[in-house]
């Protein structure tokens, strides 16, 4: 009896001691402040945290003050000390007989609250992908039966509205360059014009990266390859051993 109950112990001690170790962990990290409440998207920047939840936006300073609260948008994301967000219109146009539907782009200066907005045209939103750049988005309207098309916005206006090449399935913008990559071979955007970087024929890039003019790819077949702007630097074969 008496040694069930010291197993019984040492058990109960030992799980006491696995859930009191993340605990003391997590007091390390000495946090500036902390708020709870259910988050679906969180976005941070020098001065200004994002955070949306199902139908609400919270943008906070960096010492926890609430600055902003709005109904959730679309879209928002933390840009050059700019919310910008993406908002249905509930309008829609139609265009050589095809319905669009009319998104507002908001820009807001988070320390001036100044603001500018203007209008995309897109054919359905629940098909699209957002990335976000240094001072731009990027917005592609997927059509699975045609042309997507890409929006490059930036305060301003659109700085780029075009079709795309290839059916994209990621997007990364890097300085002033866009990328987009499709199944078999990446299309990318600099000065407002379009070039196919083309990859060996069965042996699609599976993944890639961007630092500068270089790019990284991963290919379908474990090999890496090294591009400078559209020229092959090199490329080797890769053997993983597990």
Known sequence: MRSCFKSTFLLVLVSALLFLEPVAGSALADPLWSLDFQAGNVDVSNDFVLVTTNDTLYVFDNAG???????????????????????????????????LKILRVVWINLKEFSSKNYTIKVKNFAWWLVTKGKDRIAVVDLEPMGYSKLYLLGREGVLLSTNLSVYPNKVLIQDGSTYVKGVSNIQKFADGRGTILNFPLCNYPKSFDVHGDFLAALLMNGSLLLMENTKMLWRKDLEFKE
Request: glycine share 8%; proline share 6%.
């Open 65 to 99: 003050n609430l600055i902003l609260k709005r109904p959730a948008p679309l879209w928002a994301g933390l840009i050059n000390g700019n919310l910008v967000t993406i908002e249905d219109t509930n309008s829609s146009e139609s265009v050589d007989g095809i319905r």
